[in-house]
């Protein structure tokens, strides 16, 4: 059970990362008492009848996953959608990839909380593989104003060193933090 917003997020580029992914790329625009995500990747994609099978609660293609019996992620997160007033689309094709467009509806009361970004961004990066992830955050105030920035995995690495040291997590972890308290509108 995803008891936030990231939680599902955090699903959805796992997702994209088991699927073979090179490149993913996350944009997370919260406008006024919207939240827009944006998650593209160059994984293995679905064809349009994997597709419908991931919307189903009670599919699971036992390769990723192999003990388990349903697959929950993708319909937890439609359902979630549904019933706050938001939008949900999903488009993938074989062999180049999937692409999800989210707007949650943060006014509703029945949207569950964000959550912890800095938390999310830590967990996305630090997943094994060889992937790059590039993440763009973004605030659009009332009055128009944007406060945004903009993380790339391997820049990151570069600078830090391996994820998997523990001083390179500490910096990690502090720099994700400041860079969200940085934001203002």
């Not at 920035?149 to 570069?158: A, C, G, H, I, V």
């Amino acid at each position: 059970m995803h008891y936030s917003l990231s939680d599902m997020i955090l699903d959805l580029v796992q997702n994209s990362i088991e699927a073979g992914s090179r490149l993913i790329r996350l944009d997370l625009n919260r406008e006024n008492n919207f939240l827009t995500v944006r998650l593209t990747d160059d994984g293995c994609g679905m064809t349009e009848g994997e597709l419908e099978k991931a919307k189903d609660p009670f599919y699971s293609d036992g390769i990723k996953h192999k003990h388990r019996k349903v697959g929950l992620g993708i319909p937890f997160l439609i359902q979630t959608v549904e019933q706050t007033d938001g939008l949900f689309d999903i488009h993938s094709e074989k062999n180049k990839g999937t692409s999800l467009n989210i707007r949650f509806n943060l006014g509703h009361y029945d949207t569950p909380p964000e959550g912890d970004w800095p938390g999310l961004f830590m967990q996305t990066l630090c997943f094994e593989g060889d992937y790059e992830l590039i993440i763009n955050r973004m605030i659009t105030g009332e009055n128009g104003s944007e406060s945004a920035y903009t993380l790339q995995r391997t820049e990151l690495q570069d600078v830090l060193g391996d994820f998997n040291e523990s001083g390179a997590m500490l910096l990690l972890r502090d720099y994700l933090r400041s860079q969200e308290e940085d934001l203002s509108v």
